[in-house]
């Protein structure tokens, strides 16, 4: 489903959340999010530490990401506030406001209440928002992301999300390839016997039989995802896939309260 902000006028956001939570909607686009000039100006001043990205490799592929990730750091909370609070004052130094003013626009065009980076009671905030660099010829594989499940038992206060989605802004676009396929499946606890042991994600089979839909993002693109269902980013060729996101959130079912987190 894609939406341009400037041309379309008037977006009933609160069905395209509602329907983003419940999978009849399987990707919103919203193109012209932020103006040209704004956007261009983020990008310049994020192309310098592109070089600094690290990579995690796994038996099936490779994360490249510059920030943090809360799922790599569960079992050691404290490690991933430590880096969220670097990545975050890193990022006001470099003059990068991208998840910010993309969580202002989303609260604006969605008709949103609040929209807001989460913290902790003691105060300890969450990471603003990451980059991801998909460099030719990777593919990432079959997974899924459920903070509900993954920081159950944590004390962390995202444990007690009632939903997750996902937010992503498409910084350049590759050649070929790339597109996000996402399948109207969601993660049961019977998909265990899929998982891959030692690497990212899921066996191919544990959606079959499920729908899936396609996208390829163009550079400037803001698209939202629910997370929960079975996705995977197609390989890429030619120049790199380079996206920033986060994930966003809410505590009830009124989805109109919504914090971030990566």
């Known amino acids: 489903m894609v939406h341009d902000v400037e041309r379309d006028g008037h977006i009933d956001g609160a069905s395209l959340v509602k329907g983003l939570v419940d999978g009849t909607v399987a990707v919103v686009v919203l193109r012209n999010l932020l103006p040209e000039a704004e956007f261009a100006n983020n990008r310049e001043r994020l192309e310098p530490v592109f070089g600094q990205a690290s990579t995690t490799q796994y038996t099936n592929g490779s994360l490249t990401t510059i920030g943090p990730y809360l799922a790599k750091h569960l079992a050691e909370p404290d490690t991933y506030f430590t880096e969220a609070r670097k990545a975050n004052e890193f990022t006001a130094s470099l003059g990068v406001d991208l998840g910010e003013r993309t969580r202002q626009r989303l609260a604006e065009v969605l008709g949103l209440k609040r929209f807001d980076t989460e913290a902790e009671p003691d105060g ?96 400037g693109d803001v698209y939202l995802l629910n997370p929960t269902f079975y996705h995977s980013i197609e390989q890429v060729s030619g120049s790199d896939r380079i996206t920033m996101g986060f994930f966003f959130g809410f505590y009830d079912d009124e989805l109109a309260e919504a914090v971030s987190w990566i």
């Open 124 to 219: 300890r905030s969450y990471a603003q928002q990451n980059v991801r660099i998909y460099a030719d010829s990777i593919r990432t594989p079959l997974h899924n992301d459920n903070i509900m499940r993954d920081a159950a038992g944590t004390g962390l206060a995202l444990a007690s999300l009632r939903h997750q989605l996902s937010c992503v802004v498409c910084i350049q676009e590759c050649e070929t390839g790339g597109e996000l396929r996402i399948h109207r499946k969601r993660w049961t606890e019977a998909d265990n016997e899929y998982k891959i042991v030692g690497g990212l994600g899921y066996d191919e089979a544990v959606t079959d039989g499920a729908p899936a839909h396609e996208f390829k993002p163009q550079a």
